[in-house]
């Protein structure tokens, strides 16, 4: 996401330090999520793709939902009348959707 503000002439601040923890702290827990129901749904002696398709059906929904609305809270801060401020949200915002496609 730093290197998306740079491309699109986003300043970078001090407040956007706090981006990487953020939205990889929140990436990290989608996966492990998306992977523990994977490896149940191996457990259960099933094909690689069966398990797959299983654990996107049944986790993937909840973390849309988590995502959308973490999404929903940073681009909040859109609003904002404090460039920085507004800029960290929906820089962050944007990182959540990535990661989000990233760890389904």
Known sequence: MV????????????VNVALVPIILSVGIDYSIHMLNRYYEERGKELSAEESIVRSVRRVGVAIALAAITTIIGFASFGISRIPPVRNFGLIAGAGIFLIFIGAT
């Open 3 to 14: 290197g998306t503000m740079g491309l699109a002439g986003i300043p970078f601040m001090m």
